[in-house]
């Protein structure tokens, strides 16, 4: 099995994660923020709210500890000339605003051609859910999906899609409650407009 290694870092983002905070500094932190919007800390309903907070950073942003490039190093090869799109469809993405922290929940669509190697289905979106669980813009988790799909299993083509709702534009700001966000990255042959038609033809169909 030919292992796929980081030539070049991904853009904004360092693979594994080094922190030289401690948990109980992150503590602290989360106790100063609800002093911050005046809060009591000795009331009932907040004595182990830090704590919990702090677990639930270790769900939301888990991607930082994770090497989105691991889930593509098993392929197989396969023997017969397969020319055509291979399409994982609504891929739930939960993933935050590194603007204001606050969530981006939508669906991802990723298809790629194959050339010589293919991976299992599962493992795209597996991708999709290490570079969620970090904070970056739509435009930036939708590239380094795609790019990191071309580099390792080096396809004819890549081509992901994502729509979402941002809620830094949902529940502040201009408080637009129906407002969805679309980008697309293509790679290879979907740079091509027949290539890049028939993806979009099977995410309507």
Do not use: W
């Amino acid at each position: 099995m030919q292992l796929c290694l980081a030539k070049i870092p991904i853009k904004g983002y360092n693979l594994i994660m080094s922190t030289k905070v401690s948990r109980t500094e992150a503590k602290k932190a989360i106790e100063t923020l609800l002093k911050y919007i005046g809060e009591d800390l000795k009331r009932e309903g907040l004595v182990d709210t830090p704590e919990r907070v702090i677990k639930s950073f270790d769900t939301f942003y888990g991607g930082y500890q994770q090497d989105p490039k691991a889930p593509l190093q098993k392929t197989f090869r396969y023997y017969k000339d397969y020319n055509e799109v291979v399409l994982v469809k609504d891929i739930d993405i939960m993933s935050h605003c590194e603007h204001h922290l606050v969530p981006i929940i939508g669906k991802a669509h990723i298809a790629y051609i194959p050339h010589k190697k293919i991976v299992g289905l599962s493992k795209l979106a597996r991708v999709a859910d290490i570079f969620s669980r970090r904070l970056q813009t739509q435009e930036s988790l939708t590239v380094s999906i795609a790019e990191t799909i071309y580099e390792c299993l080096e396809p004819k083509g890549v081509a992901v899609y994502i729509n979402a709702v941002h809620q830094c534009m949902t529940t502040r700001g201009i408080q637009n409650k129906h407002s969805s966000t679309t980008t697309t990255h293509f790679k290879g042959i979907f740079t091509e407009i027949q290539h890049r038609q028939e993806f979009l033809a099977l995410l309507r169909s």
